[in-house]
């Protein structure tokens, strides 16, 4: 008895499921239904002064935004230190 390979089931192609998918948004951003990326945020290390853009969560946007400082680790100073916002010019 000879045995035929399987068929592919009728279910759509990869290449059309690809196409009924929305598209990312230039900003890395979904469609509106879908996750949004976060803002960057320029901020300064308070010890040596280097700049750095950083996406924040929301508790370190808030704490930046009433004039407080969040910690993170500074490449130059090679340990955690206090970063503030960087003011707008």
């Known amino acids: ?7 592919p089931d009728a279910t759509p192609s990869a290449s059309a499921a690809a196409k ?12 509106r239904d879908g ?10 290390c ?4 280097t700049a ?4 924040l969560n ?6 930046l935004l009433g004039g407080g400082m969040i910690r993170r680790h500074c490449s130059r100073c090679r340990r955690k230190t206090l970063w503030k916002n960087l003011p707008r010019l």
Request: glycine share 2%; hydrophobic share 35%; aromatic share 0%.
């Open 52 to 55: 750095a853009c950083a996406s």
């Open 35 to 44: 996750p949004k990326s976060q803002p960057l945020v320029m901020i300064r």
């Open 20 to 31: 009924t998918r929305p598209q990312a948004t230039i900003d890395g951003a979904e469609d």
């Open 1 to 7: 008895m000879k045995v035929q390979p399987s068929r």
């Open 58 to 63: 929301s508790a370190q946007n808030r704490a």
């Open 46 to 49: 308070a010890i040596c002064e």
